[in-house]
């Protein structure tokens, strides 16, 4: 079974990404966002890759205000990346598929 992102919210953003035994990579971004479609397809590629050894969720900045507010996200595509319920890189607008590889791969 392939993998897929999985929708981040507000309500389950503990238990899918901060609870998670795997590293988890959360792409804040927004249905008006250009730069957001760029990234959701290289996303939904590594979810496919890391199926079973890392979560790679989604979380829309316009109806999970809290979350973001919480991260302090301030520009989309924001990826936060988390190993152990812990926050340990981020990447701030568009990026290519090897930079986002390369910090996943260093949580692995």
Known sequence: MAGKTVEVTDTNFE?????????AIVDFWAVWCGPCR????ILEELSEE????AVIGKLDVDSNRDTAVKFGIQAIPTMLFFKDGEMVDRI?????????????DALL
């Open 15 to 23: 238990t899918t990404i901060l609870s998670s035994d795997k590293p």
């Open 92 to 104: 701030v607008g568009a990026a290519d598929r090897r930079t986002i590889q390369s910090k996943l």
């Open 38 to 41: 760029i990234v959701a397809p």
């Open 50 to 53: 890391y199926d079973g050894k």
